[in-house]
Every structure is written in structure tokens, then in C-alpha cells.
């Protein structure tokens, strides 16, 4: 049976790593939630936050996004695109829903209901730089 201590500690792990999702729009890897937890909770494993990541992507409240075959993850749930930098790595939100949206009919009567597009470039920081 597990105690109630123990699920008190679980959960409380879980909202860190929710917390360190949502406190930043980087679309980070587990490696940078790790860090950023371990200021909170000094003794948690990498297994430990990756077990809590996949528990959030499986009730839904981050996504995982793929770059460059990495796994990072999302906190904003609304739709958008990703840009992808092929200099920084950096991973940035598009709010563009006018590309397409669901409803819309492809030629030949092909019906819209959900859409997945990625971009790739070279992002407006690392363009200044060059
Ligand atoms: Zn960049
Ligand atoms: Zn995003």
C-alpha cells in the first residue's frame, strides 16, 4: 500500500515539474527541467522527472514536441505552430491559425480536422547576429 506521505511526495514532485514546463516558452528537454527542479527538490532522480513528464503528456497537460530528434516539451495548449532554428536550436510559438484551419476542405473534398505543420529556419535573433 503506499502511504499517504509518499503520495504527498509524488504529487508534489509532479507540480514541480508542471511549474518548471510552464515557467517558460523554450520548449524545454527533461535535462533543463531536471536542472530547474533540483533547486526545489535536491534529491530527485532524472528517471523520476522523466516518469513525471510522461505522466503529464499522457493526461494532457504539456505536449511533447520533437527537435532535431530530441524530446522537448510544451506548456501552452493552445494551438500554434513551431519554428524551428536550425542555428540556436531554439524552439519558437507561431500563433499564425490563418495557414489552415480545421473545417477548411482540401481540394477533392478531403476534410480538415486537425493540423500538424512544423517550420524550420533560421530564427530573428540569430539572423542579427549574422
Ligand atoms: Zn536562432
Ligand atoms: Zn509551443
Redo the contacts with the bound molecule.
Keep these: 500500500m503506499i502511504s499517504e506521505t509518499h503520495q504527498r511526495k509524488r504529487s508534489r514532485q509532479r507540480d514541480k515539474v508542471l511549474d518548471a514546463v510552464r515557467s517558460t516558452r523554450t520548449?524545454p528537454g527533461a535535462d533543463w527541467v531536471f536542472h530547474e527542479v533540483r533547486k526545489e527538490i535536491p534529491n530527485i532522480s532524472l528517471a523520476t522527472v522523466y516518469r513525471n513528464l510522461n505522466l503529464l503528456v499522457q493526461s494532457g497537460e504539456i505536449n511533447e514536441?520533437l527537435c532535431d530528434g530530441q524530446l522537448r516539451f510544451?506548456a501552452?495548449k493552445t494551438d500554434?505552430f513551431?519554428f524551428t532554428c536550425r542555428l540556436c536550436k531554439g524552439?519558437f510559438?507561431i500563433d499564425e491559425t490563418r495557414v489552415t484551419e480545421p473545417g477548411f476542405k482540401l481540394p477533392r473534398g478531403y476534410l480538415v480536422e486537425n493540423v500538424k505543420m512544423d517550420f524550420y529556419g533560421v530564427c530573428p535573433q540569430c539572423q542579427s547576429k549574422g
Excluded: G
Aim: hydrophobic residues 25%.
Design positions: 520548449h514536441v510544451d501552452n500554434h513551431h524552439i510559438d
